[in-house]
DNA sequence: CAAGTATATGCATCTCTGCGCATATAAAGT
DNA sequence: ACTTTATATGCGCAGAGATGCATATACTTG
């Protein structure tokens, strides 16, 4: 099991295409709806404010990525979040920009 | 504070853009490269085989995002991690495209 | 103060990706 | 079979960012 080894080339250009999907405001939304359970597109479509065409393009690249699972009934298509590891990496990342930014407002406000 | 609430338009923005700096082989190479302590630019310059351009530009847009911090002494610059959530941050990346890559490498030999 | 070394930056280019628009596919109902 | 509803896709454009080349800045030494 290899635990804190430096990653290869290829693994290197895998985990930076990873956190690219992740780097758009609209998939982020996506996946915060998703966070109470599955919903279908035109749901999606509502909570995000997205044009369908764009919707369902994000939903495709989440996908690709093994971040959401879809499930087919009938005409609608129902997403899912599949990788258990999204909530923790969201929450991580929330934490530290909070910080980072009670910092920044400290340094506003200085006394 | 602020637990599991949506979060809002900007913070989701702020989310994104952390990640995009994530997103890219040759800062996380960098990063790879400070795991094991503090290095000036011309160390990283030879340890990530770029160019000095290139690595001092992606030793700013890390710094800018709070990831690295710099230190100068004397000619050299010195950059360190400053962010301790980000080895957290890459083992589960890393962890969750493990798993991801091992149930394709099962579904090329499936029995 | 001149020369050399370490680091940063301006500029041009090139690629990649997100978006809007229109349209295609798929499934259900009439 | 035709229509309607839900979802996906082809195409073109525009903006963002990564890279290379040259050059600027900062500090040190002679």
Chains 1, 2 share one sequence.
Do not use: W
């Not at 430096?6 to 758009?24: G, H, M, N, Y």
């Not at 499930?71 to 980072?100: A, H, M, N, W």
Request: glycine letters at 6%.
């Amino acid at each position: 099991m290899p635990k804190h080894r430096p990653l290869s080339e290829d693994a290197l250009q895998l985990v930076a295409a990873r956190f690219a999907v992740l780097a758009e405001p609209m998939r982020l939304r996506l996946i915060q709806a998703l966070f109470d359970g599955e919903k279908n597109v035109t749901e999606l479509v509502g909570v995000t404010e997205g044009t369908q065409a764009n919707v369902s393009r994000h939903l495709q690249t989440l996908t690709a990525a093994h971040i959401l699972a879809r499930r087919k009934e009938g005409l609608q298509v129902f997403y899912r979040i599949s990788d258990p590891t999204i909530p923790k990496l969201c929450e991580l990342v929330c934490g530290s920009l909070e910080k980072s930014l009670t910092r920044q407002i400290g340094h506003l406000a200085p006394e």
